[in-house]
């Protein structure tokens, strides 16, 4: 089966930055979309970031100018450098792949790691 784990998880304050990486084994790394999505209580998964195979990022505008996704194909891991972070940044961020390309839908990404928690105070 194919293996995600998120780490670099923690608790900041306000404007504090964090790096999140997601380590991936059990597929070929450089053929998979990997994005990043999060999760707060009573509220939707919602997607924050993501890279296609080629390299393209996109990201919500909640997030943009602060947050910066890469990955590294050799090293099979996923990156998410978070800086300027604010409390409604707070909420548990998981990583997640789709082979060759990137949908539209949180539901049609195929794997997904058990998320690691952030938590941002004021």
């Known amino acids: 089966q194919v293996q995600l784990v998120e780490s670099g998880g923690g608790s900041v304050q306000a404007g504090g930055s964090l790096r999140l990486s997601c380590g991936a084994s059990?597929?070929?790394?450089?053929?998979?979309?990997m994005g990043w999505f999060r999760q707060a209580p009573g509220k939707k998964r919602e997607g924050v970031a993501r890279?296609?195979?080629?390299?393209?990022?996109t990201y919500a505008d909640s997030v943009k100018g602060r947050f910066t996704i890469s990955r590294d194909n050799a090293k099979h891991t996923l990156i998410l450098q978070m800086n300027s972070l604010k409390p409604e940044d707070t909420a548990t961020y998981y990583c997640a792949a789709r082979r060759f390309y990137c949908p539209s839908l949180v539901s049609d990404y195929y794997y997904w790691g058990r998320g690691t928690q952030v938590t941002v105070s004021s």
């Open positions: 890279v296609d195979s080629d390299g393209s990022t």
């Open positions: 059990g597929h070929t790394f450089n053929t998979y979309c």
